[in-house]
Structures are given as C-alpha cells and as structure tokens.
C-alpha cells in the first residue's frame, strides 16, 4: 500500500504544468526613484515604452545609460528613450549631455541590490555555515565589548570593526545605486 502512494504522488507531481515547477529565484524586480521599472533585462517607462535585451546599465543624473540589442539613453524625468545603433554615436550623445561621470561608473548587469531577499534566502538554505558564522560575529562582538572593553589594538575588535563597517559601507551603495 505504501507503494501505491508513492505512485499516486509521482503522477500528481508529473501532471502538473512546467510553470508551477518554476520557483522564480532568478528572476528581479526593481524599481528605480523615479519610478522607471526594471525587471529581468526589461526596462519599463512609466509611459508604457519598454526596452528588452538590457545588457548591462548605470544610473547618472537621472538617466539610464546602457547596452541592449542597441545603445540607448534613457532621461528618467521626462521618460524620453533614445536609441543608437552605432557605439560611437552613443559615446557622443553621452559626452554631448554630460553622462560621463566623472569618479566610478557603476556597471550593472542585473539587480542592484546585494542586500535583498535572495540574500536572505541563501543565507536560510545554507544555515549551518550562516549559523557558525553568525556564532563566530555574535562570540566576538561578546569579546570585543565584554570582555577587552573595546580595545582598538586588540585583532578581534579591529576584525569587528572592519567587518561592521565594509556591512555598512554596502548599505550605503545599495541605497545609492548611481555612480559618481
């Protein structure tokens, strides 16, 4: 009889259609804030014009610089898409407008946030490495306050330190998606 189960299972899972199989872990849905929707390698405009095939993209002063099955330009204020087929014509434009920044340019080529739920999800899947590690920063953050009162020349809180401040510092990026 325990058999039968099994079979009667493997049937019910087989019939089902590929589009339940699917659990979606890939896919990403950002909104950037000026409301320009972008999911997928598809870049949305709130007036209803779509872009498909976004290779790779950077935010800078309120626009969208980046490479699809073409180059374009995307003015997020006035939602107005320009496209080039040639790389040097986009160069120009880009030089023409003042899109060059100046300091980092901040390539993307999917979601650009590293703190999200995917995170969260690995972090969940891999819960013995997340939970000995997770024991390791509670042990020492105990140490480092408890115990050495917060002693600057001691390795383990330079080593706390450093680790809240590089969590910080990627915060802050995630927040601030644009390049400088």
């Known amino acids: 009889m325990q058999r039968y189960h099994w079979i009667i299972l493997y049937i019910l899972w087989s019939s089902l259609p590929d589009q339940s199989m699917a659990q979606g872990m890939g896919d990403w849905t950002e909104v950037t804030r000026l409301g320009t929707r972008m999911e997928n390698g598809h870049i949305y405009l709130k ?15 309120d626009h969208i610089i980046g490479k699809a099955n073409e180059y374009f330009i995307i003015n997020e204020w006035s939602n107005v898409l320009q496209l080039f087929q040639k790389e040097e014509d986009w160069q120009a434009a880009i030089d023409q407008q003042h899109l060059r920044p100046k ?62 401040f590089l969590m910080s510092i990627r915060y802050v990026l995630d927040c601030y998606p644009a390049s400088l």
Do not use: C
Request: charge should be positive; hydrophobic fraction near 55%.
């Open 47 to 61: 007036k209803g014009t779509q872009l498909d095939h976004v290779n790779q993209w950077y935010f800078y002063k």
């Open 103 to 164: 300091l980092w340019t901040r390539w993307y080529m999917y979601e650009w946030h590293f703190f999200s739920d995917n995170l969260l999800f690995a972090l969940i899947l891999a819960f013995p490495l997340t939970l000995t590690l997770l024991g390791l920063f509670l042990w020492n953050l105990y140490r480092v306050i408890w115990k050495e009162n917060f002693n600057i020349r001691k390795p383990s809180t330079i080593v706390l330190v450093l680790i809240l």
